[in-house]
């Protein structure tokens, strides 16, 4: 079978071959109006017609790759999202998304970085599974740079993070409207970008509602199951327990509800519970449902991607640094308190 050429979906559209150039092209498709840019994109797509990349390349100068350089997000089921929404982005402009994981080995991050640059990608997505301060590899220089769920001290690149302090709002929020007054918070024992904001955001919204704070509802664990356990264990120990608990994430949450079903405590009408995350074979898994405040892992991905591509297109703009909203998903574990 002939491959259809640029000048079939020229004839097939009834347009010229300069018009069916530009409404294909991400650089110049603002030329043509968005009518006829519709109408030639559908006919090149029943035609089966893909644009040549290696001669456009040739022309621009550009290879048409991204690379997206991960520290662990590859290899967990975390914050895949973030990989779907950047492949998403880069595919719907007409680029490819190439993917390498460290496994937060430096050493191989920087050779991986390198290989990227030897495939002559175009730019760079420098992605941390978590929200963190960021330390770019020297080697990304000379290449469009933008950090996905990180941020650098210089502000020297563009970045996309959650807003971790109005996540902790959210989540607050949802137990001090349900008519709680006694919140229990099982946070993070890192002293990570989030465990700050998450904290910052509790205090904020306990203050907004005239709710005095207490430093002995507050426990700091590690970021697993086990530290849902032992900050559950000691929070619901308390002579006046909390009647419910905000926990750093949705692993800490699944501990919290061992313990409250080791003492007897039915969640939502004994306990409430709410977290951050929204990482759904947990959320969706815990009976009753956890209600949790959803990290934008995708959306951020999409981000990412689509500001590099920006930054590639217009090499002069200015580093943005952009928190994004993070929604509150409702399920079963919050009631009104006894």
């Not at 006919?43 to 022309?59: D, E, H, I, T």
């Not at 996309?160 to 302090?165: G, L, Q, R």
């Not at 981000?303 to 590099?308: K, T």
């Amino acid at each position: 079978m002939a491959k259809v050429g640029i000048r079939d979906v020229s004839k097939a559209a009834g347009v010229s071959v300069t018009t069916v150039s530009h409404a294909l092209s991400e650089t110049h498709q603002s030329r043509v109006n968005p009518e006829t840019r519709q109408h030639v994109r559908e006919v090149a797509a029943r035609l089966g017609y893909a644009p040549n990349r290696l001669a456009s390349g040739l022309r621009n100068q550009r290879s048409y790759l991204l690379g997206l350089v991960s520290d662990e997000i590859a290899s967990t089921p975390f914050a895949g999202e973030m990989i779907l929404g950047a492949q998403d982005a880069a595919y719907e402009r007409g680029w490819l998304l190439m993917l390498v994981d460290s496994g937060r080995n430096r050493a191989l991050e920087e050779k991986q970085v390198n290989t990227l640059l030897q495939h002559q990608v175009d730019g760079i997505v420098y992605a941390k599974m978590y929200h963190q301060q960021a330390d770019v590899p020297a080697g990304t220089t000379g290449v469009p740079v933008v950090l996905l769920d990180a941020f650098d001290a210089g502000g020297r690149f563009s970045s996309v993070v959650p807003d971790e302090v109005a996540a902790a709002r959210t989540a607050v929020k949802e137990l001090i409207d349900a008519g709680h007054r006694r919140i229990g918070f099982i946070n993070n024992r890192d002293g990570i970008p989030a465990a700050r904001g998450r904290l910052q955001g509790y205090r904020e919204t306990l203050a907004a509602a005239g709710i005095e704070y207490d430093d002995d509802l507050v426990t700091h664990e590690v970021p697993e199951v086990g530290g849902g356990r032992a900050g559950a264990q000691k929070l619901l120990g308390l002579a006046e327990r909390p009647t419910a608990l905000f926990c750093f994430h949705d692993r800490q949450a699944f501990g919290a509800y061992e313990v409250a079903a080791s003492k007897g405590l039915t969640i939502p009408d004994d306990l409430s519970v709410v977290s951050i995350d929204n990482f759904e074979i947990i959320a969706d898994g815990l009976w009753p449902g956890l209600t949790s405040v959803a990290l934008p892992h995708y959306d951020m991905g999409r981000w990412a991607v689509s500001r590099l591509l920006d930054e590639i297109e217009n090499p002069d703009a200015e580093p943005a640094q952009i928190r994004f909203e993070c929604p509150i998903v409702r399920r079963g574990s919050v009631a009104r308190p006894r």
